[in-house]
C-alpha cells in the first residue's frame, strides 16, 4: 500500500503547479521557431509486384546515407520570421543524436517576401520497406559545411569523399576524369562524351563543341548539380541538334546520376531531325575485363577480350504504356519487339516482348580491383535503349541505341529526356543493389498532409486517404467492401509514349499527373494498409510529368515562344498563317497530331507543383517555355473548357512566375468574353439575371448547350484563383460576382434531384440554357447517374454566401461519387472533391461572405444615403452593392416552367447589382459603424446589400436600432478608397483565416493568479 507523506505534498505541489504552468506557457525565443517544425516520412518509391497475386509491392532494399529531396511549405503571415537556410537542422524521430547531413534551397518567395517553398535535400538510413519519420527544425547556431564543387578555370571538380570527378568546362565529355578510393577509373581527357551518329554517317559530338557552358547549377554539402548545354559538333564544325546534361553529385556516393536531354527546339533548325543513334560513352581504364548484364530474369555473364563488346538492346514491349491508336508502326522509334543481349554479334540471351528487362544495367569488372556499372532508369518503359561494354573499357548508354531497324527522328519543338546511372568503384560493387537504388530511390512526403492545407502553399486543399476513409465511414458509404472505394484504389505505373488529348472520356478534363502527385501527398501513416502505395504514386506522376515536361511543352530553346512566328519566319506559310507540324521537313516520321496539350485539355498547370516538390530545374524551364506558349493564346481557345483552362493556366503562371502579364491576359480576357452580358442568339457572355456563362462558340446556336463541367468547375475555379491573385478592388468585386452567379445557376436552377439515392440527382453532362429539360432526365442515356465534377461550385457557393444548402448538395454529390461504379473510381481522388471535403469537415477555418442587417437612412443631400450596422466578430472586409430595383440573392429560375420567382423588371440577383468600390474598413466587433454612398442619381430610388467576410459561423447580429446609431459618434461612414486589398498571398484557395490567431496573454495572466492563490490556500492549510 501506497502512504503519502505530508512534507512531500507541501514542497511537491509548488513543483506541480509549476510543472502544469509549463504546458500553458509559451516562452517565445529567437533562435527556435516551432511554427515551421514539419515532420516527414521517408519511405522506399516502389511499384506493384506484377509477379504476385494481390497488390503487393516489390521487395525493397536496405538504404545507408541514401539521398532524398522533399520541398516543405512556411507559412506566409507577416510575423513568421526571416530564416537563414544554414541554420536549418533535420533530426530523426527518436534518435536525436543522430542528425542527418542536411542542405535547403529556397525555391518559392511569398509576395511578401517571406519563404514559401524550401527543399530539403538530406542523407538518412532506412530498412527495406519501412518507413522512417524524420522532422526539421530552426535552430540558433549556423553550421558552415563544406560544399561539394569547386568552379575552376577549365574545370569543376566535384569531391563527394569517397570519389573526385573532374568535369571539363571546354570540352565536355561528361566525365574528364574519374578517380574513387584513390584509384584512377577514367583517365584525363580519355572518353568521348556524348556521341550523335547522323543520318549521314557523320559523328558529332559533346567535346566538339567549343561554345558549352558547363557551370554549378547548385553546390551544397549534400548535392552538388553540375549543369552543360551545348551542342552535338563534328571534327569539321558542324552542329546537329542540342543537349543539355544534369550530372548529381551527392555526398558520400560514388554513384552520379545523369539526366540527359535531347533538345529540337532551336531556330537555327526548323525541322524533324532523324540521326541513327546516339550514345552516352565514358572511356574506363578497365581491361580484359568480366561482365554483367541484367536480362529479364536475372543476369547473363561473361568475360570480354580488348576487341570484343556487349551489346543490349530493349525494344517494344508489354509494360504499361499510354499511346493513341494514331501513334502507329510508320512513326514508331523501332519496330524491333523484346530484347536481346549480344557478345560480338553473338546472342547471349533473348526474350519476347512480354519479357521486358526491369532493371536495365551492365557492368564492367577488371579482375576484384575495380568496376563500373551503367543503367537507364525505367529504360524498357522508354524503350528503344541500350547498353553497350567494350573490353577496352568503353562504356556505353545507349539513349537512341545503336543497331536499330530504322532512323531516329525527334519532332521539332520537343525534347527527350532519359536517366542514367554511372557508378564507380574500387573493387566489385552489387551491380543490381546499385541500380535499385538509383530506378527506386528515397522520397520524402509530409507525414501530416494537412500541413499543406494550414500553410496554403498549393491551390486546391487535401483530405487524405484516411480523412477519406473516416468521412466514408462516419456517413456509411463504401469503405472496403467495393472495387473502388478508398482501400482498394492503387497506383499504377504508366510510361507516356504519346496521348491524344482530345480522346473521349470525361478524365481527359482533369491533369492526371497532378492527381497521382495529390495520391502520394495525401498519403497517411496512419492508415498502413495505404500507406504502402504512396511511393507508387510518386513514380506514376514522376513518368508523367517528364513526357509533359519534354513532349507536351512546346518548347523555344533559343527564342521567345509567343512571338515565334516573328523571330522564326519558317515557322510561318505563305498565307502568313503558321504551319502544321506534319508540314514541316520529316513530319512524316512523326506523330503531329494533338502532339502538344489540346486547347481544351491544358493540363500543364500541375508542372509547378512537381517543381515545388522535387526542385527539378527542367521541369521549371519547361514550365517557363509553356508559359511562353500560353502568352500567344490571348485571341485563342473561344470554346468554354478552351477559355476557361486558358484563364486557369494563366493564374497559374502568374503564381509561379510572378510574371504580372499572365494576370494582365487572364483579366483582359475576363473583361472581354465573359463578364459582357450575354444575348440569346448573338453574342457570349454571362447571362446577369441567371447567372450562367455562354462561350463564344455556342452564342448563335439555339441549344446554347454548354458543358457543365465548365459552369460548374473549371470555370469557377479559374475564376477562384484569379480572385486571389488579384490586387485590383474592382477586379475582385467582378470576378466574386461571376462565381456567386454560377454557383446559384448550378445549385439553385440546374441542380436535379429525385431523391438522396445515388443515381437519382446531379447534372446531365451538357447543360442546355435555353430549354426546359425532360420530365425525368434519369431516362436519357447521357443521365451517367447525374454524377458531374461540380465540387468546386458548392464550394464556392458556400464560401460566398455561408449559405449550408450549397454543401448539403455538395455532399450528395461526394456520396455519388463514394458509389462509382467500376472505370470512373478517379472521381474520388480529383483535388476539387478533396478540397470540398476539407472544408465539409473543417468549416470553422473558412473566412464566409454573408448577409449583414441593414439600417438605410437618407441623407440631406440629394442623392446620398448613410447605410448603419453593427460590425461582426473577426469580420475583415465587405462587399457593397446597390441598384436601383430591389436586390435579391436570385431571382429563382424555374428550368420546367421558365419562369421566375421575382420580376426581372423589379428586381435584381446581389451579383448582378452595382459593386460599390470603396468600402469602408471593418471597425471592432460589436461595434457600430456607418457608411455613406454619394452623388448618386437624386431621381432615383435605391437598395442596398451588404456582406461581411468573417471566420466567425454564428449568426450575424440584428439591425442597429436608430438610438444606437443616435449615440454613435462621428459615424459618416464616408471610408475612403480602399483600392488594394492587402498583401497579395497567390494560391490561396482557402478565403481563410490562415495565420489568424487570438493572444493568449490574459489567460496565463489569469492561470496563474489561480495557481498562486490555491498555492497559498494549500500551504496554509497544510502548514
Given at each position: 500500500?501506497?502512504?503519502?507523506?505530508?512534507?512531500?505534498?507541501?514542497?511537491?505541489?509548488?513543483?506541480?503547479?509549476?510543472?502544469?504552468?509549463?504546458?500553458?506557457?509559451?516562452?517565445?525565443?529567437a533562435e527556435a521557431h516551432p511554427s515551421i517544425i514539419v515532420y516527414l516520412t521517408l519511405m522506399e518509391a516502389l511499384e506493384e509486384d506484377k509477379g504476385k497475386p494481390g497488390y503487393q509491392l516489390i521487395q525493397g532494399l536496405d538504404r545507408t546515407q541514401e539521398p532524398f529531396s522533399i520541398a516543405v511549405p512556411i507559412p506566409g503571415d507577416d510575423d513568421?520570421?526571416?530564416?537563414?537556410?544554414?541554420?536549418?537542422?533535420?533530426?530523426?524521430?527518436?534518435?536525436?543524436?543522430?542528425?542527418?547531413?542536411?542542405?535547403?534551397?529556397?525555391?518559392?518567395?511569398?509576395?511578401?517576401?517571406?519563404?514559401?517553398?524550401?527543399?530539403?535535400?538530406?542523407?538518412?538510413?532506412?530498412?527495406?520497406?519501412?518507413?522512417?519519420?524524420?522532422?526539421?527544425?530552426?535552430?540558433?547556431?549556423?553550421?558552415?559545411?563544406?560544399?561539394?564543387?569547386?568552379?575552376?578555370?577549365?574545370?569543376?571538380?566535384?569531391?563527394?569523399?569517397?570519389?573526385?570527378?573532374?568535369?571539363?568546362?571546354?570540352?565536355?565529355?561528361?566525365?574528364?576524369?574519374?578517380?574513387?578510393?584513390?584509384?584512377?577509373?577514367?583517365?584525363?581527357?580519355?572518353?568521348?562524351?556524348?556521341?550523335?551518329?547522323?543520318?549521314?554517317?557523320?559523328?558529332?559530338?559533346?567535346?566538339?563543341?567549343?561554345?558549352?557552358?558547363?557551370?554549378?547549377?547548385?553546390?551544397?554539402?549534400?548535392?552538388?548539380?553540375?549543369?552543360?548545354?551545348?551542342?552535338?559538333?563534328?571534327?569539321?564544325?558542324?552542329?546537329?541538334?542540342?543537349?543539355?546534361?544534369?550530372?548529381?553529385?551527392?555526398?558520400?556516393?560514388?554513384?552520379?546520376?545523369?539526366?540527359?536531354?535531347?533538345?529540337?527546339?532551336?531556330?537555327?533548325?526548323?525541322?524533324?531531325?532523324?540521326?541513327?543513334?546516339?550514345?552516352?560513352?565514358?572511356?574506363?581504364?578497365?581491361?580484359?575485363?568480366?561482365?554483367?548484364?541484367?536480362?529479364?530474369?536475372?543476369?547473363?555473364?561473361?568475360?570480354?577480350?580488348?576487341?570484343?563488346?556487349?551489346?543490349?538492346?530493349?525494344?517494344?514491349?508489354?509494360?504499361?504504356?499510354?499511346?493513341?491508336?494514331?501513334?502507329?508502326?510508320?512513326?514508331?522509334?523501332?519496330?524491333?519487339?523484346?530484347?536481346?543481349?549480344?557478345?560480338?554479334?553473338?546472342?547471349?540471351?533473348?526474350?519476347?516482348?512480354?519479357?521486358?528487362?526491369?532493371?536495365?544495367?551492365?557492368?564492367?569488372?577488371?579482375?576484384?580491383?575495380?568496376?563500373?556499372?551503367?543503367?537507364?532508369?525505367?529504360?524498357?518503359?522508354?524503350?528503344?535503349?541500350?547498353?553497350?561494354?567494350?573490353?577496352?573499357?568503353?562504356?556505353?548508354?545507349?539513349?537512341?541505341?545503336?543497331?536499330?531497324?530504322?532512323?531516329?527522328?525527334?519532332?521539332?519543338?520537343?525534347?527527350?529526356?532519359?536517366?542514367?546511372?554511372?557508378?564507380?568503384?574500387?573493387?566489385?560493387?552489387?551491380?543490381?543493389?546499385?541500380?535499385?537504388?538509383?530506378?527506386?530511390?528515397?522520397?520524402?512526403?509530409?507525414?501530416?498532409?494537412?500541413?499543406?492545407?494550414?500553410?496554403?502553399?498549393?491551390?486546391?486543399?487535401?483530405?487524405?486517404?484516411?480523412?477519406?476513409?473516416?468521412?466514408?465511414?462516419?456517413?456509411?458509404?463504401?469503405?472496403?467492401?467495393?472495387?473502388?472505394?478508398?482501400?482498394?484504389?492503387?497506383?499504377?505505373?504508366?510510361?507516356?509514349?504519346?496521348?491524344?488529348?482530345?480522346?473521349?472520356?470525361?478524365?481527359?478534363?482533369?491533369?492526371?499527373?497532378?492527381?497521382?502527385?495529390?495520391?502520394?501527398?495525401?498519403?497517411?501513416?496512419?492508415?498502413?494498409?495505404?500507406?504502402?502505395?504512396?511511393?507508387?504514386?510518386?513514380?506514376?506522376?514522376?513518368?508523367?510529368?517528364?513526357?509533359?515536361?519534354?513532349?507536351?511543352?512546346?518548347?523555344?530553346?533559343?527564342?521567345?515562344?509567343?512571338?515565334?512566328?516573328?523571330?522564326?519566319?519558317?515557322?510561318?506559310?505563305?498565307?502568313?498563317?503558321?504551319?502544321?507540324?506534319?508540314?514541316?521537313?520529316?513530319?512524316?516520321?512523326?506523330?503531329?497530331?494533338?502532339?502538344?496539350?489540346?486547347?481544351?485539355?491544358?493540363?500543364?498547370?500541375?508542372?509547378?507543383?512537381?517543381?515545388?516538390?522535387?526542385?527539378?530545374?527542367?521541369?521549371?524551364?519547361?514550365?517557363?517555355?509553356?508559359?511562353?506558349?500560353?502568352?500567344?493564346?490571348?485571341?485563342?481557345?473561344?470554346?468554354?473548357?478552351?477559355?476557361?483552362?486558358?484563364?486557369?493556366?494563366?493564374?497559374?503562371?502568374?503564381?509561379?512566375?510572378?510574371?504580372?502579364?499572365?494576370?494582365?491576359?487572364?483579366?483582359?480576357?475576363?473583361?472581354?468574353?465573359?463578364?459582357?452580358?450575354?444575348?440569346?442568339?448573338?453574342?457570349?457572355?454571362?447571362?446577369?439575371?441567371?447567372?450562367?456563362?455562354?462561350?463564344?462558340?455556342?452564342?448563335?446556336?439555339?441549344?446554347?448547350?454548354?458543358?457543365?463541367?465548365?459552369?460548374?468547375?473549371?470555370?469557377?475555379?479559374?475564376?477562384?484563383?484569379?480572385?486571389?491573385?488579384?490586387?485590383?478592388?474592382?477586379?475582385?468585386?467582378?470576378?466574386?460576382?461571376?462565381?456567386?452567379?454560377?454557383?446559384?445557376?448550378?445549385?439553385?436552377?440546374?441542380?436535379?434531384?429525385?431523391?438522396?439515392?445515388?443515381?437519382?440527382?446531379?447534372?446531365?453532362?451538357?447543360?442546355?440554357?435555353?430549354?426546359?429539360?425532360?420530365?425525368?432526365?434519369?431516362?436519357?442515356?447521357?443521365?451517367?447517374?447525374?454524377?458531374?465534377?461540380?465540387?468546386?461550385?458548392?464550394?464556392?457557393?458556400?464560401?460566398?454566401?455561408?449559405?449550408?444548402?450549397?454543401?448539403?448538395?455538395?455532399?450528395?454529390?461526394?456520396?455519388?461519387?463514394?458509389?462509382?461504379?467500376?472505370?470512373?473510381?478517379?472521381?474520388?481522388?480529383?483535388?476539387?472533391?478533396?478540397?470540398?471535403?476539407?472544408?465539409?469537415?473543417?468549416?470553422?477555418?473558412?473566412?464566409?461572405?454573408?448577409?449583414?442587417?441593414?439600417?438605410?437612412?437618407?441623407?440631406?443631400?440629394?442623392?446620398?444615403?448613410?447605410?448603419?450596422?453593427?460590425?461582426?466578430?473577426?469580420?475583415?472586409?465587405?462587399?457593397?452593392k446597390y441598384h436601383t430595383k430591389t436586390i435579391v440573392p436570385s431571382l429563382g429560375f424555374d428550368k420546367a416552367t421558365r419562369k421566375y420567382k421575382f420580376d426581372p423588371t423589379t428586381h435584381v440577383p446581389f451579383f448582378a447589382a452595382t459593386d460599390v468600390v470603396n468600402e469602408p474598413e471593418p471597425k471592432k466587433g460589436g461595434e457600430a459603424q456607418s457608411?455613406?454612398?454619394?452623388?448618386?442619381?437624386?431621381?432615383?430610388?435605391?437598395?442596398?446589400?451588404?456582406?461581411?467576410?468573417?471566420?466567425?459561423?454564428?449568426?450575424?447580429?440584428?439591425?442597429?436600432?436608430?438610438?444606437?446609431?443616435?449615440?454613435?459618434?462621428?459615424?459618416?461612414?464616408?471610408?475612403?478608397?480602399?483600392?488594394?486589398?492587402?498583401?497579395?498571398?497567390?494560391?490561396?484557395?482557402?478565403?481563410?483565416?490562415?495565420?489568424?490567431?487570438?493572444?493568449?496573454?490574459?489567460?496565463?495572466?489569469?492561470?496563474?493568479?489561480?495557481?498562486?492563490?490555491?498555492?497559498?490556500?494549500?500551504?496554509?492549510?497544510?502548514?
Amino acid at each position: 500500500m501506497l502512504h503519502w507523506n505530508k512534507s512531500w505534498i507541501r514542497q511537491g505541489c509548488w513543483v506541480w503547479f509549476f510543472c502544469l504552468g509549463l504546458l500553458f506557457l509559451r516562452i517565445p525565443s529567437a533562435e527556435a521557431h516551432p511554427s515551421i517544425i514539419v515532420y516527414l516520412t521517408l519511405m522506399e518509391a516502389l511499384e506493384e509486384d506484377k509477379g504476385k497475386p494481390g497488390y503487393q509491392l516489390i521487395q525493397g532494399l536496405d538504404r545507408t546515407q541514401e539521398p532524398f529531396s522533399i520541398a516543405v511549405p512556411i507559412p506566409g503571415d507577416d510575423d513568421t520570421p526571416e530564416f537563414e537556410l544554414n541554420r536549418f537542422v533535420l533530426l530523426i524521430e527518436g534518435n536525436t543524436s543522430k542528425e542527418p547531413l542536411v542542405q535547403f534551397r529556397l525555391l518559392k518567395r511569398w509576395p511578401n517576401t517571406r519563404f514559401r517553398w524550401l527543399l530539403v535535400d538530406g542523407l538518412s538510413d532506412l530498412k527495406a520497406n519501412a518507413t522512417d519519420t524524420l522532422h526539421y527544425v530552426y535552430t540558433g547556431s549556423a553550421r558552415d559545411l563544406k560544399k561539394l564543387a569547386t568552379d575552376g578555370q577549365d574545370t569543376i571538380t566535384v569531391d563527394t569523399g569517397p570519389a573526385q570527378f573532374e568535369i571539363s568546362k571546354t570540352k565536355f565529355n561528361l566525365f574528364h576524369k574519374v578517380t574513387v578510393d584513390g584509384v584512377t577509373i577514367v583517365e584525363s581527357g580519355a572518353s568521348p562524351g556524348v556521341v550523335l551518329t547522323g543520318s549521314d554517317d557523320v559523328v558529332y559530338s559533346s567535346k566538339n563543341d567549343t561554345k558549352v557552358s558547363v557551370t554549378v547549377e547548385e553546390n551544397g554539402p549534400v548535392k552538388a548539380v553540375v549543369l552543360a548545354k551545348g551542342s552535338h559538333v563534328s571534327s569539321e564544325g558542324k552542329d546537329n541538334l542540342d543537349f543539355t546534361v544534369r550530372m548529381f553529385f551527392y555526398k558520400g556516393k560514388r554513384r552520379v546520376r545523369v539526366f540527359y536531354s535531347l533538345r529540337n527546339a532551336s531556330k537555327r533548325r526548323v525541322e524533324h531531325v532523324s540521326f541513327k543513334s546516339l550514345e552516352l560513352q565514358v572511356k574506363s581504364n578497365l581491361k580484359n575485363s568480366n561482365f554483367v548484364v541484367r536480362n529479364h530474369e536475372d543476369e547473363s555473364k561473361g568475360t570480354l577480350k580488348d576487341t570484343e563488346k556487349v551489346d543490349v538492346f530493349q525494344g517494344n514491349n508489354n509494360l504499361n504504356s499510354i499511346q493513341d491508336p494514331a501513334f502507329t508502326q510508320e512513326v514508331w522509334p523501332t519496330g524491333i519487339e523484346g530484347y536481346t543481349i549480344k557478345q560480338d554479334g553473338n546472342e547471349l540471351k533473348k526474350g519476347s516482348r512480354e519479357q521486358p528487362i526491369n532493371l536495365m544495367y551492365a557492368q564492367l569488372v577488371e579482375g576484384q580491383d575495380k568496376s563500373l556499372t551503367i543503367g537507364t532508369r525505367f529504360g524498357a518503359g522508354w524503350w528503344p535503349q541500350g547498353l553497350g561494354l567494350n573490353g577496352d573499357g568503353l562504356v556505353r548508354v545507349g539513349v537512341f541505341p545503336v543497331n536499330n531497324d530504322k532512323e531516329y527522328t525527334i519532332r521539332y519543338r520537343s525534347h527527350t529526356t532519359r536517366e542514367h546511372v554511372f557508378h564507380f568503384a574500387k573493387g566489385v560493387s552489387n551491380a543490381r543493389d546499385e541500380f535499385f537504388k538509383f530506378q527506386y530511390p528515397l522520397v520524402a512526403r509530409h507525414k501530416d498532409s494537412d500541413v499543406i492545407n494550414k500553410r496554403h502553399a498549393l491551390w486546391e486543399r487535401f483530405a487524405s486517404h484516411i480523412q477519406e476513409w473516416d468521412y466514408y465511414q462516419r456517413n456509411k458509404w463504401p469503405v472496403d467492401d467495393n472495387p473502388n472505394a478508398t482501400l482498394n484504389r492503387r497506383p499504377d505505373l504508366e510510361f507516356v509514349r504519346y496521348v491524344d488529348w482530345s480522346l473521349p472520356g470525361l478524365f481527359r478534363n482533369y491533369d492526371p499527373a497532378k492527381i497521382a502527385l495529390h495520391n502520394f501527398l495525401r498519403q497517411d501513416n496512419r492508415l498502413q494498409k495505404l500507406e504502402k502505395f504512396a511511393g507508387g504514386y510518386y513514380l506514376m506522376a514522376e513518368q508523367r510529368f517528364q513526357y509533359y515536361a519534354d513532349k507536351a511543352i512546346p518548347h523555344s530553346d533559343d527564342f521567345d515562344g509567343s512571338k515565334a512566328l516573328e523571330e522564326v519566319p519558317a515557322l510561318k506559310g505563305e498565307d502568313g498563317l503558321p504551319l502544321n507540324l506534319s508540314q514541316l521537313p520529316g513530319g512524316n516520321k512523326v506523330v503531329t497530331a494533338n502532339v502538344f496539350f489540346h486547347p481544351n485539355h491544358l493540363h500543364g498547370y500541375g508542372l509547378s507543383s512537381w517543381y515545388y516538390l522535387t526542385g527539378d530545374e527542367r521541369i521549371r524551364k519547361a514550365y517557363e517555355a509553356w508559359g511562353e506558349h500560353m502568352k500567344s493564346q490571348a485571341d485563342k481557345n473561344n470554346s468554354g473548357l478552351g477559355l476557361a483552362w486558358n484563364l486557369f493556366n494563366w493564374a497559374y503562371l502568374f503564381d509561379f512566375t510572378d510574371d504580372k502579364d499572365f494576370r494582365t491576359l487572364a483579366m483582359q480576357a475576363v473583361e472581354k468574353m465573359v463578364l459582357p452580358v450575354s444575348e440569346p442568339g448573338k453574342t457570349g457572355g454571362t447571362d446577369w439575371q441567371r447567372g450562367f456563362f455562354v462561350p463564344k462558340d455556342q452564342a448563335d446556336r439555339e441549344d446554347r448547350q454548354i458543358p457543365t463541367v465548365v459552369l460548374g468547375a473549371i470555370l469557377p475555379n479559374a475564376l477562384g484563383l484569379l480572385e486571389q491573385i488579384s490586387t485590383v478592388h474592382q477586379d475582385q468585386d467582378k470576378l466574386r460576382s461571376l462565381q456567386l452567379g454560377l454557383a446559384r445557376f448550378m445549385a439553385e436552377e440546374q441542380w436535379t434531384q429525385y431523391s438522396d439515392k445515388p443515381g437519382e440527382y446531379g447534372y446531365l453532362p451538357l447543360t442546355a440554357v435555353d430549354k426546359a429539360p425532360a420530365e425525368d432526365l434519369r431516362k436519357s442515356p447521357d443521365w451517367q447517374g447525374g454524377i458531374q465534377d461540380v465540387y468546386m461550385n458548392f464550394y464556392f457557393g458556400y464560401l460566398l454566401t455561408g449559405e449550408a444548402s450549397f454543401l448539403e448538395k455538395g455532399k450528395l454529390l461526394m456520396k455519388a461519387a463514394a458509389h462509382n461504379p467500376a472505370g470512373v473510381n478517379w472521381y474520388q481522388d480529383l483535388p476539387s472533391r478533396q478540397t470540398l471535403q476539407n472544408m465539409l469537415e473543417n468549416k470553422e477555418e473558412f473566412q464566409v461572405w454573408r448577409t449583414l442587417p441593414l439600417r438605410v437612412e437618407k441623407g440631406s443631400k440629394p442623392g446620398s444615403y448613410t447605410l448603419h450596422w453593427t460590425v461582426p466578430d473577426f469580420t475583415v472586409k465587405y462587399w457593397l452593392k446597390y441598384h436601383t430595383k430591389t436586390i435579391v440573392p436570385s431571382l429563382g429560375f424555374d428550368k420546367a416552367t421558365r419562369k421566375y420567382k421575382f420580376d426581372p423588371t423589379t428586381h435584381v440577383p446581389f451579383f448582378a447589382a452595382t459593386d460599390v468600390v470603396n468600402e469602408p474598413e471593418p471597425k471592432k466587433g460589436g461595434e457600430a459603424q456607418s457608411f455613406t454612398l454619394q452623388d448618386l442619381d437624386p431621381s432615383k430610388e435605391y437598395t442596398f446589400s451588404v456582406k461581411y467576410l468573417s471566420v466567425d459561423s454564428s449568426p450575424p447580429p440584428k439591425p442597429p436600432s436608430a438610438e444606437s446609431v443616435a449615440n454613435e459618434p462621428n459615424s459618416s461612414g464616408d471610408g475612403g478608397d480602399n483600392g488594394d486589398s492587402g498583401p497579395e498571398i497567390p494560391g490561396i484557395i482557402n478565403y481563410g483565416c490562415g495565420g489568424c490567431s487570438t493572444q493568449g496573454g490574459g489567460s496565463l495572466i489569469w492561470f496563474w493568479l489561480v495557481v498562486l492563490f490555491l498555492g497559498m490556500g494549500l500551504r496554509k492549510r497544510m502548514g
